[in-house]
């Protein structure tokens, strides 16, 4: 992983609009002149290193060294600490839209039954009234008295006999509407009696599913504070970490998130692998989160990918191949989640909260998903065809 780079490009730079622009103002300041308050203080100074911390520490070079050890490790536990809330965010809104979805089809059921029940119905009042019809023209008509007397007057006997083969006839309608009615009733009653259980059904999916929007939104108003709060320790963090280091906050953003991808890696390609093989299809079994305020814009995330990958000093054959594969992994969509082995985001990280060590939206935000996946890449394959080669030769695809 390249940490020379001490500029972004134009496309990279809208990537943490508010986070990159704190950092970078933490970084100017902090350079200019160390002061015991930072820009973007922590605000628990008992369990985070103040600024005052950071002045003492660059006294002598083994103090800085230690001191950069400990801002390293409360900035693992500020991403720890908002991808916890990010990871309960994801699991509810997983739970709601499945709610939604189970609710929706139970509805269809409900109408599905209602219709058919209505049409049962109609068919068993047409039978009846049919039967009723054919009913009069018996009672009328076909007593035994009365055709023997009509064949002993008649003029027409062998008339006579034809119309009493249309009674016969008759008589046999007779008994078929006669079936097809007490038939009709009792379909019609039994699809009466389903739709009413399917309504019941519903209204306790409706229950549900409004518990689980609520539960979605509760655990979405908790992930909004944990990120804010994480990402001004985040940023205070990187600050100091550049001033401790010598470099950048940007360049020990990256650092930093090379260092813990690496880390993470065997476990990362070890829950891949064990997932698509119980998924027993790859990364085309996927579906897509339509709550939670997850950014969505599959342009605009290869738009930032095409100038993140230069940090790399990957060209545009190597883009191409970052094309192929996250289309094909999550088709760049922000909100990808793999409803079998619930890797998640346009990288389609597996467990998803790996992505908290590139930052704490990593649930919502693209450009955060994409941070992380180059990482990885990098890390794992050395390049983006890399991977993509990886992902071809196998199956399940996966990378």
Known sequence: ???????????????????????AAAAFVVTASVSPVGPAQASSADQYPSWSDVQAAMRNEAAKQAEAQTVAAALQTAQAAAAVAAQNALNAAAASEKAQSDLAAATDRQNALAAQAGAAEADARTAHDALGRVASWRYRDASADTVSL????SSDPTGLLDRLSTAEQ?????????????????????LRDQ???????????????????DAAKAADQAEQAAVADASAHEATALAQLAVLRGTTADVQRRYELGVQVRAQLAAVEAAKEAA?????????????LTSGGVVVDPAAAQAYARGAIHYYGWGDAQFQCLLNLWNMESGWRADALNPSSLAYGIPQSLPADKMATAGPDWRTNGNTQIDWGLAYISSRYGTPCGAWGHEMSVYPHWY
């Not at 390249?2 to 990159?20: K, V, W």
């Not at 008759?170 to 039994?190: D, F, N």
């Not at 739709?195 to 999916?205: C, D, G, P, Y």
């Not at 698509?276 to 079994?285: E, M, T, V």
């Open 276 to 288: 698509a093989r119980r998924a027993g299809s790859g990364s085309s079994s996927r579906a897509y």
């Open 195 to 213: 739709a009413v259980r399917a309504a019941a059904a519903r209204k306790q999916l409706a229950d549900v599913a409004q518990a689980a929007a």
């Open 150 to 153: 009509q064949i002993a007057l």
């Open 1 to 23: 992983m390249r940490h020379s780079c001490t500029t972004r490009g134009r496309a990279s730079a809208a990537r943490l609009s508010p986070i990159a622009a704190t950092l």
């Open 170 to 190: 008759i008589g046999q309608v007779w008994q078929a509407l006669s079936t097809k009615a007490v038939t009709a009733a009792g379909v019609a009653a039994s």
